[in-house]
């Protein structure tokens, strides 16, 4: 028995030998699709592998996706008709341990800044209808959601599928659309450099009108959140 257990700890040490942490976590570089908003593009961000295993991990707890509303509380409405799964932390892996690192440090901006990463999955004929991913505090209940949780500063969206039509995400202030291939991603700054709210960031999840679309989605805030240590879940 001792023997077969050092046996397999040596296993896990010689694998543990080929896995580079520092190559797990690189990024690509950033290329500019626009100034305003700013956004920026990187190719090849996951590699396919890591997208069919989000998708898989994903696809038995779809739920239809909801929205916060003007009062600052989550329901579904009709502007987001797509399904999607919030991965909170007793639901993380490796592989989204390794996504989320890696946007960490493609973006600067350290692991506890990083809302619960999301899965989204659109249908034909389903799209989140323009929108800002920013609180505006102006409404009352974004305002109290930004004392408590910081402001959404950015949001990063990974494109893990491309067998699909249509679907872009569109910036109808900005007069442009992005369809990322597999593995690609696409930053979004919520806010100008100034910190404030940027609304040339609204944008469209449009439906796609054949095939499934499926989208890694993290949002970043600017403080770090409180965290409920018993359940693992955002306050």
């Known amino acids: 028995m001792l023997a077969g257990n050092g046996e397999a700890g040596n296993d896990w040490r010689r694998l543990r030998s080929r896995i580079s942490i520092e190559r797990v976590i690189h990024a690509p570089a950033k290329a500019k699709l626009s100034e305003a908003p700013r956004l920026r593009v990187m190719k090849g961000f996951a590699s396919a592998a890591e997208c069919a295993w989000l998708i898989g ?13 003007s009062t600052g509380s989550q329901d579904v409405r009709a502007v987001r ?13 490796l592989v989204v341990e390794a996504i989320r690192a890696r946007v960490s440090a493609a973006i600067n901006l ?47 969206l990974i494109y893990l599928n491309d067998d699909y039509s249509g679907g872009e995400t569109c910036f109808p202030k900005a007069a442009l659309s992005f369809r990322g291939k597999t593995g690609d991603a696409l930053f979004m700054a919520n806010v100008d450099r100034a910190g404030r709210p940027d609304p040339l960031t609204l944008h469209a999840g449009t439906a796609p009108s054949s095939g499934e679309k499926w989208i890694f989605s993290q949002w970043v805030r600017d403080k770090i959140p409180q965290v409920d240590p018993a359940a693992g879940e955002v306050l």
Request: glycine share 4%; charged share 25%; proline share 11%.
């Open 57 to 69: 991990r994903a696809r038995p707890r779809l739920k239809r996706a909801t929205v916060v509303n």
């Open 81 to 93: 008709t797509n399904s999607a799964v919030e991965f909170q932390v007793p639901e993380m892996d």
């Open 110 to 156: 350290p692991l506890p800044l990083f809302e619960p990463s999301q899965i989204l999955h659109y249908e034909p004929g389903q799209e989140f209808a323009a929108h800002c991913d920013y609180f505006d505090p102006q409404l009352p209940g974004h305002a109290d959601r930004l004392r408590h949780f910081g402001q959404r500063i950015a949001t990063v």
